[in-house]
């Protein structure tokens, strides 16, 4: 067993976990880090396909064998290409949460039903202004919204791990505004590297020309990475690639 990789061996969680995602036989399920197969059980069972992405070569084999409707993809999840589903559902491995979140928000989904340390979560949810607020809360908000299923005890665990956790479903928001979703990660990474400087000093850190400034609202430009909304995020993603556009055709 890798560090850091705790089992769900509670079946009553495992069984609420697959029930939240409304599974039918039509549905493509995406599984992360099946492990012993506690949650692909009740998956298999309900869904037409799932697809589980499992690093562990000893673990891949031993759930491709346990259910014929499991597709197994032995790789790391960050890396494989991903198949063809609809749903994501996974107690995934606590070290590649913010990676792997990160990438499936990007990707088409209908829902997704994922478990978590309980602190990763506020840091999802956090608000602008708040301690935990960052380039998770704010890529999280603009693609998806997020409700709190239920906190799972550390005793569903095998090895036990120091802090509870929490699962969470999430369905893509229809209303969010267009942009380049490349520049838009890259710029909340950057300015939150600088949360603590006025947005214009950050910006003008990472080498985004004065140009673009003047396209902004001022108010913004005199903020704090850390107290901008997901909605100012944007503002300054297209700002800044409408002005590489711009240059680009000259």
Same mark, same amino acid.
Request: glycine letters at 4%.
């Given at each position: 067993?890798?560090?850091?990789?705790?089992?769900?061996?509670?079946?009553?969680?495992?069984?609420?976990?697959?029930?939240?995602?409304?599974?039918?036989?039509?549905?493509?399920?995406?599984?992360?880090?099946?492990?012993?197969?506690?949650?692909?059980?009740?998956?298999?069972?309900?869904?037409?396909?799932?697809?589980?992405?499992?690093?562990?070569?000893?673990?891949?084999?031993?759930?491709?064998? *346990?259910? %014929?409707?499991? @597709?197994?993809?032995?790789?790391?999840?960050? !890396?494989?290409?991903?198949?063809?589903?609809? $749903?994501? +559902?996974?107690?995934?491995?606590?070290?590649?949460?913010?990676?792997?979140?990160?990438?499936?928000?990007?990707?088409?989904?209908?829902?997704?039903?994922?478990?978590?340390?309980?602190?990763?979560?506020?840091?999802?949810?956090?608000?602008?202004?708040?301690?935990?607020?960052?380039?998770?809360?704010?890529?999280?908000?603009?693609?998806?919204?997020?409700?709190?299923?239920?906190?799972?005890?550390?005793?569903?665990?095998r090895p036990?791990?120091?802090?509870?956790?929490?699962?969470?479903?999430?369905?893509?928001?229809?209303? *969010?505004? %267009?942009?380049? @979703?490349?520049?838009?990660?890259?710029?909340? !990474?950057?300015?939150?590297?600088?949360?603590? $400087?006025? +947005?214009?000093?950050?910006?003008?850190?990472?080498?985004?020309?004065?140009?673009?400034?003047l396209d902004?609202?001022?108010?913004?430009?005199?903020?704090?990475?850390?107290?901008l909304g997901?909605?100012?995020?944007?503002?300054?993603?297209?700002?800044?690639?409408?002005?590489?556009?711009?240059?680009?055709?000259?």
């Open positions: 067993m890798k560090a850091g990789q705790h089992f769900l061996v509670d079946r009553g969680v495992a069984e609420r976990i697959a029930s939240y995602a409304e599974i039918s036989s039509s549905d493509r399920v995406l599984e992360i880090g099946p492990g012993r197969g506690s949650l692909t059980e009740f998956l298999a069972a309900r869904a037409g396909r799932v697809y589980a992405i499992e690093a562990d070569p000893d673990l891949a084999r031993y759930v491709e064998e *346990r259910f %014929p409707n499991v @597709e197994v993809i032995q790789g790391d999840a960050l !890396r494989v290409d991903l198949p063809e589903y609809n $749903k994501v +559902v996974s107690n995934l491995p606590y070290q590649i949460s913010t990676k792997i979140t990160l990438r499936l928000l990007r990707s088409p989904f209908d829902l997704m039903v994922l478990m978590y340390q309980r602190e990763f979560v506020d840091r999802m949810l956090a608000s602008p202004g708040t301690r935990d607020y960052g380039r998770l809360s704010v890529n999280v908000s603009y693609y998806a919204n997020v409700e709190i299923l239920e906190t799972v005890p550390r005793s569903a665990f036990m791990p120091h802090v509870s956790s929490s699962v969470v479903r999430l369905r893509p928001r229809a209303d *969010r505004e %267009p942009v380049d @979703e490349s520049m838009f990660s890259s710029i909340s !990474r950057d300015l939150f590297t600088k949360r603590r $400087k006025k +947005v214009k000093n950050a910006l003008a850190s990472i080498g985004i020309a004065e140009d673009v400034m902004l609202d001022p108010a913004i430009l005199d903020a704090r990475p850390e107290d997901v909605d100012e995020f944007v503002r300054i993603a297209r700002a800044v690639s409408e002005h590489q556009s711009r240059n680009s055709v000259r």
